[in-house]
């Protein structure tokens, strides 16, 4: 079975605090994602990452960076919080191959203070 | 862009009994790929179905199964012999096909009660 491992399921900072949001997968899948979810405003795309060291904004990319040094990682980089980052951070990953759907950690829980 | 709309936020059914999830999208793709997935307390967002468009045959899973309307957009996803396990936050997702980068457009998410 695929695994997607979030590094923390839940996490509390303060504002304006660096914060880094880790996710490794074991499947050599080539695309990575982190989508933000929210109570009525379902899943949101924050950034994907198709191959090592490339990247694409998603549908709210501001306030947020990502890293994907290798193949495995992708990490969600807040570089100063704030309260209205406070969501349920969800990392996915898939297979290149067209049409397949995504596997999902089970994602962190962050509240910024 | 592509917009995915589920229509009912919350649902509620006694266990044993079958119950439709709607789903809406807006696309003027000709093929593309579409999902329910089910995401239950635990929090572990789990595939349930998937449709290729170009198939014209409904998709199945043991108790799941869609009805995909291609013309109306529509993509609903029946539960039969509901059980308590189906209690869970469902969100229907639409995918275009080809490449290898093209991420799922989810919408907002039915929360599913069953009663027992």
């Known amino acids: 079975d695929v695994k997607v491992t979030q590094s923390s399921r839940y996490l509390v900072k303060r504002t304006g605090e660096k914060v880094f949001l880790e996710c490794v997968q074991d499947?050599?899948?080539?695309?990575m994602f982190w989508y933000r979810q929210d109570p009525g405003l379902g899943l949101r795309l924050i950034y994907f990452?198709?191959?090592?060291?490339?990247?694409e904004k998603g549908d709210i990319p501001e306030g947020y960076s990502v890293s994907r040094e290798k193949k495995e990682r992708f990490s969600l980089i807040l570089e100063s919080a704030s309260t209205n980052q406070t969501s349920m951070y969800l990392c996915a990953s898939r297979t290149g191959v067209s049409g397949r759907g995504l596997f999902f950690g089970s994602g962190t829980q962050l509240s910024v203070l | 862009a592509q917009t995915v709309t589920q229509s009912q936020p919350e649902m509620s059914v006694q266990e044993a009994e079958t119950v439709t999830l709607s789903c809406t999208y807006d696309?003027?793709?000709?093929?593309?790929?579409l999902f329910w997935y089910k995401q239950p307390p635990s929090r572990q967002m789990i595939l349930v179905i998937r449709?290729?468009?170009?198939?014209?045959q409904n998709a199945t899973e043991n108790r799941f199964s869609v009805n995909f309307q291609k013309a109306a957009k529509s993509f609903s996803l029946k539960i039969s012999d509901s059980q308590l396990g189906d209690t869970a936050m469902y969100f229907c997702a639409f995918m275009k096909p080809g490449g290898s980068n093209y991420k799922l457009t989810f919408g907002k998410g039915t929360l599913l009660t069953v009663n027992p």
């Open positions: 990452s198709y191959d090592v060291k490339m990247k």
């Open positions: 696309t003027s793709e000709s093929n593309y790929y």
């Open positions: 449709q290729e468009a170009y198939k014209q």
């Open positions: 499947m050599d899948h080539e695309n």
